[in-house]
């Protein structure tokens, strides 16, 4: 999604990224990956629970989850270490004030991330304009 | 689809270890939320 990031604020939105380790882990993301938007963390996976999120080994017995760590490790990305529940698989939630629920993904195996056009899509509502 | 009270009022750590309840993310503009697998 950070990807997507000045498309998003171009629609008036803001990213903000939650992961589910302790603060120590937050801190290490912070300083390592320096993102330029906010970043919490839920370590109790509340907000997961909350949000439909999956949790459970079969996201990375799924054949596509074996393509995708492939992919990753081609384009040269590991993994030194788990900073989180290992279980919990993640997703993307829209929300408008209000608390209208403009789009919803949720992470089916490793590596499932929405497209960003669909998020996009969503921001800018049916008419393709930000919503006001 | 509204978002459900246990969602809005969810609470987020920050790196200081102070509480927010989700919900601020969507006060005043809409918020991208994404979930992430785990750090790192």
């Known amino acids: ?132 | 689809m509204k978002v459900s009270d246990g969602l809005a009022l969810s609470i987020v750590l920050d790196a200081t270890g102070g509480e927010h309840r989700l919900a601020e993310l969507w006060e005043v503009r809409p918020a991208v939320v994404a979930l992430i697998r785990h750090f790192g």
């Open chain 1, 1 to 132: 999604m950070r990807h997507a990031l000045p498309e998003i604020r171009a629609a008036g939105a803001e990213l903000a990224v939650v992961g589910n380790g302790t603060v120590a882990h937050l801190r290490w993301f912070l300083e390592d990956q320096a993102p330029d938007f906010p970043t919490y963390t839920d370590p109790t996976l509340v907000v997961y629970r909350e949000a439909g999120m999956r949790r459970d080994a079969r996201a990375y017995l799924d054949l596509r989850a074996v393509k995708s760590v492939l992919r990753a490790k081609r384009a040269g990305f590991t993994q030194p270490g788990v900073k989180g529940d290992p279980w919990q698989q993640g997703g993307v939630l829209v929300i408008l004030p209000g608390g209208e629920v403009a789009y919803r993904h949720v992470s089916e195996y490793l590596g499932d991330h929405p497209p960003p056009a669909e998020v996009l899509a969503a921001l800018r509502g049916p008419g393709g304009e930000a919503h006001p």
